[in-house]
């Protein structure tokens, strides 16, 4: 944590006084002043401290993102123009530096997608190369010109850099938090189906141990082994989920499935017909399965339970029927059931299947899920 916050900061962009040094290369022209080798020192010295101001103010707002487009940034970028052009060409020599320090303001102000900041530097260095020429000669012009392009083009081409940087750091972040949330959203899930299955099968068994042992203790002493094979399986389970390897199987859910309905007293009615199923999508019909028959035993107060599943090349669809009192999941919730089926329901049309819930008739509850069988399937349930 500590080297990724040092990395940040190393990369963090120039701060508003990072330019302000700048400056110093006018220090030749304000000793000429200060020594009364410039003609008209009054106005040369109200030049220099108008350039001066104007950077300053121009350089600050302009590393301001809420400020850089407003008018009074460009206004100050404007002046800076209107100084820089006066004391070149009525001074010349020295002064003419006064142009690459202009350009790296419009660096900063005019930087940004476009060739607005292009066609504002090439055409500050052609005119600061022409009055070079004219002020001192060739040699000039070429030094003047080609420095005034470098310092507007560099300069805006490090904070974009800077600001890219940034952008991606905090995408970055963002999509970090993204996973981080799936993730948990995924392990809520997992965990709520485990035990919530898990807790259903101890309670009506724990149950049934109580009924059965006045009179049968045999009976009652199978039972709670039983008891004790689904704790030990629900341990199991629990640890595969949390370290990311569990792999449901829809053979398993419906053994499952019967005996729990057996323990509850409801006739279980299991039908299974089509080819083999890919295991990714029986893995997830597994996931139906049980939460489904979950819904059956704790909600339903039905008699017989229906879990039917026929399979096709390209599609495969589980239906649960039951004829209980018409209610699928815990009670107030709406068709779409509780937290179990909305998490199956998400996870269904990821892969780009469907899971509708209602009333099958004028008594039970109906549950069918339907899920394509093909290879896209597969990857999108694999992710």
Same mark, same amino acid.
């Given at each position: 944590?500590? @080297? ?40 040369? #010295? ?18 301001? /993102? ?6 009074? *940034? ?13 004391? !070149? ?11 690459? %320090? %202009? ?23 052609? !005119? ?8 001192? #000669? ?31 750091? /905090?995408?970055? =972040?963002?999509l970090a938090r993204g996973a981080v949330e799936r993730e948990r959203l995924r392990f809520s899930r997992d965990l709520h189906d485990l035990l919530g299955h898990t807790m ?35 341990? *199991? =389970? ?8 569990? /792999? ?6 419906? $053994?499952?499935?019967? !005996?729990?309905? $057996?323990?509850?007293?409801? =006739?279980? $009615?299991?039908?299974? !017909? ?28 039905? *008699?017989?339970?229906?879990? =039917? ?5 390209d599609q495969v669809r589980l239906e649960i029927t039951d004829n209980g009192c018409g209610v699928g999941s ?15 329901? /998400? ?12 009333? @099958? ?14 290879? $896209? ?7």
């Amino acid at each position: 944590m500590n @080297d990724s916050t040092d990395g940040f900061a190393r990369h963090k962009p120039p701060g508003k006084m990072a330019f302000l040094p700048w400056l110093f290369m006018l220090t030749g022209e304000v000793q000429d002043l200060f020594r009364g080798d410039v003609a008209r020192p009054w106005l040369a #010295g109200t030049g220099v401290l108008a350039f001066a101001a104007l950077y300053a103010a121009t350089v600050v707002t302009g590393l301001d /993102e809420r400020r850089r487009q407003t008018l009074p *940034t460009r206004l100050c970028l404007g002046g800076l123009a209107a100084v820089t052009y006066a004391l !070149s060409i009525g001074y010349g020599g020295d002064w003419l530096l006064c142009f690459p %320090l %202009l350009s790296l303001a419009c660096g900063i102000v005019l930087r940004g997608p476009g060739r607005r900041l292009g066609i504002v530097v090439i055409a500050l260095s052609g !005119s600061a190369g022409v009055i070079a020429g004219f002020r001192g #000669g060739p040699q000039d012009s070429l030094i003047v010109g080609y420095g005034t392009m470098l310092s507007g083009l560099v300069t805006a081409a490090i904070l974009t850099l800077f600001s890219t940087v940034a952008t991606l750091r /905090e995408t970055r =972040e963002e999509l970090a938090r993204g996973a981080v949330e799936r993730e948990r959203l995924r392990f809520s899930r997992d965990l709520h189906d485990l035990l919530g299955h898990t807790m259903s099968v101890i309670v009506v068994k724990a149950e049934a141990v109580r009924r059965l042992a006045p009179r049968d203790l045999d009976a009652a002493l199978g039972q709670a082994a039983d008891i004790e094979a689904v704790g030990r399986q629900a341990l *199991t =389970e629990i640890r595969e989920a949390v370290t990311g390897y569990r /792999e449901g199987s829809l053979t398993t859910e419906l $053994d499952r499935a019967r !005996s729990l309905l $057996d323990a509850s007293g409801i =006739e279980a $009615d299991l039908r299974q !017909s089509g080819p083999p199923l890919p295991p990714q999508t029986a893995a997830l019909l597994g996931w139906v399965v049980r939460e489904g028959v979950t819904n059956v035993v704790r909600h339903s107060a039905a *008699t017989r339970c229906v879990v =039917e599943v026929r399979g096709e090349t390209d599609q495969v669809r589980l239906e649960i029927t039951d004829n209980g009192c018409g209610v699928g999941s815990a009670p107030g919730a709406t068709s779409t059931g509780g937290t179990g089926l909305k998490g199956l329901t /998400e996870r269904l049309a990821v892969a780009g299947g469907s899971l509708t819930t209602g009333p @099958d008739g004028r008594r039970g509850f109906r549950l069918v899920a339907e899920l394509p069988v093909d290879s $896209d399937t597969e990857e999108e349930l694999q992710k």
